[in-house]
Structure formats: structure tokens, C-alpha cells
């Protein structure tokens, strides 16, 4: 997964194909060496001040890169700028242009091949069923999300079972003449959308091996992703997330930006992060389930026993290097899952020090340990 430069090694990067947010950028920013974002991203982080306090010190460390459409040299950002993107960030993005800039290099034949796999899905009924079924989905979760919004800011809290009926028997009506509209006479997967995927998909693994995909794309993208050598990020995240309370983070945004980027200067960060990576590869279960985040602590137990095992030394050399006889005897005591150092502080941090500076020990149990300090 990682590490490497994005564009010579594109196995080693991540694409945010939904509409990036805080959270998303921070973890990616952590796990993968490269994130790349699409054009559209420079008006979402315009007109939010957090997510570009965020996104800048990234576009300045060459981590973060904005994706130009194929023929484009320089991202025309005076074209796509709203009035209230404000006047620091217009100027960012206007003098930086050329830097956070990347052109995608697509296949001499690639009309060719985005024309050829836009028919074969045509031609694939259950894939376009699959697609329709999950864009009335997208409806009816589009309504009901206006509604408890609108609910929301009207302070309206609870409501009588007869006006609840009542209200939910019109959102019925009025999903049903969205479903029709859609049925009759706009095709939300017809071919030119089903081309723009394609052309898509092809962009994004020009230049990353993983996609972050957003909840209303998820259908397609699951169903192409192998077609086209990318795989989901969520796998990566959501394992990131099984791992981080062994840190003491309750999640990516308790990491600075700052602090990632001094992460990221970590000698056995690159290392650590190809062994999270096999980690999460070795996991069967769907990262969409809610067992995959156990099935990946489990397997993080037992790389953390195979650490120990193949680096454990005998007690009698280790008292005379360490200076403390017997050091080694709690060492199965340690509780694995919250980091080699665990609780047994008194144990571990000798420990934790030995392997450090007299073996050079680098790898993710004691990466892991060393983000909780």
C-alpha cells in the first residue's frame, strides 16, 4: 500500500473519490504515501476554512495532489472559484496551481477501452438492475434526510403517532413520484453516465491502487473495481480505526496535522504501515460488516506474538545488556492489543527500549505503542 512517490508507483497511493472531508483526509494522510483528490475539491475546500486548514499543509508537502482532467496543464482555478471561497485561499490555489497539479497519463487507447466497458455494462442487466435498485435507495434516503433536517431546525423533536402516520404516508407519495421520474423518464444509469464512470475509474488507477468511495457510488465501484486493479479503501480505513484505541485516539482528527506530517518522517513509519496493510489484506471478512474490525485486532494479536517470538532474546543476555535480571519473564503478560508496552509499564518500557536502541527493532506493535506516548 505504501510507501513511494504516487505517480511512479501508483500502488502506493489512495484517491478520495467522495467529497472529502476532515476525518478522511487526515487518515488517508496517515496510512498512504499519496492522496489524490479531483478538481471539484479545490471549490469544496474554498468554501470550507476547517478542511483547507487541513488540505494546505498537505498541498505544501507534496502529499496531497489535485487531479486535472487528461489535456489540462494547470488547474484553471479563477474558472471554478466561488465568491466566498475569500481571498487567502483564492491566492493559494492561483500561485500553487502548478505544484499540487498532477495530469493523469492514460492509455493510448483508452476512448477505446472506456467505450468498450461502458457497453459490456449496458449489456449487463443484473449490474444495471443492481445500479437502479440503489439509486431509488438513494431517494428515499435523500428524503428522509431533508425531512429530519428540516425537523431539526424547527426544534421538533417527537410528534403524535396519528401526524407521524400522516407525514410518513405523504413521504411514501412522494418517493413513489421520484421512483416514476426516474422509471419513465430520467435513466440515472444510462450510457453516458456509465461512460463517465468508466473514464473515471480509468483516471483513478493511473494513478493510485486505492479508491475511497462515497456511499452513493459504492454499487458501481464495487462491481468494477477488480476490472480495473483497485481495491477499496474502506478496507484500510475502518482497519485503522480497529487499531487506534490500542493509541489512545478515539479517532483520525485527534492526529494534528502537524503531528502527521512528523509521523510521516518516522524512519519505520513506511514499514509499519506495509505491515498494517498485510495485516488488513489478510482479513476475509467484508470491511462493510461489523465483524471486520475484530477479525483485524485478532490478526494484529497474532503479528504482535510473532514480533515477540522472533525477537525475544534470552533472559540471561538480556539482564546483562538491560541491566535488570528477569526482565523478560512477564513478557507474555504484556496485553497485546493495547500495544507492546502495554500496562505492564514497569515491564515494557525497558523492554520497549531494548529492542528500540539495541536491536533496531522497527515495526508496527511498537509504532502503534510509540503514538500512544
Known sequence: MIPGNGMSDPNKSVFISSDPDVQTMKACSLLWENVFVFERFVEDVGNNPRLFSVARPLLEAGILKVVVSPGEKQLQVW????YTMGKERFEFFEQNASKIVVQPQLPSDSEKLIAESTRLDLDNQKLVAGLMTSAYAGVE???KTDLAAAARARGITSMP???KQALDKDLERLIGIDRKFMEESWHPWDEPTLRYYNRTLLTQSAVSS??????EDHPFYSAKLSQYNLDDAKRYLTGWEALLPSTGRLGPDDFAVQEILEIRK?????????????ICETVTENPYDPEFKS???DAYMLFTHDVIDKYRVSAKSTAREVGKAGLFTGISLIPVLGGIAGTVTGIADPILRYFREKKRQQTLPFFLSDLAA
Open 161 to 163: 403517532k396519528t401526524m
Open 266 to 278: 518516522r524512519s519505520d513509519w513506511r514499514k509499519s504501515m506495509n505491515e498494517f496493510a498485510k
Open 141 to 143: 434516503r435523500r428524503w
Open 79 to 82: 474558472d471554478k472559484i466561488y
Open 210 to 215: 486505492s479508491v475511497n468511495i462515497g456511499l
Open 295 to 297: 477479525a483485524v485486532k
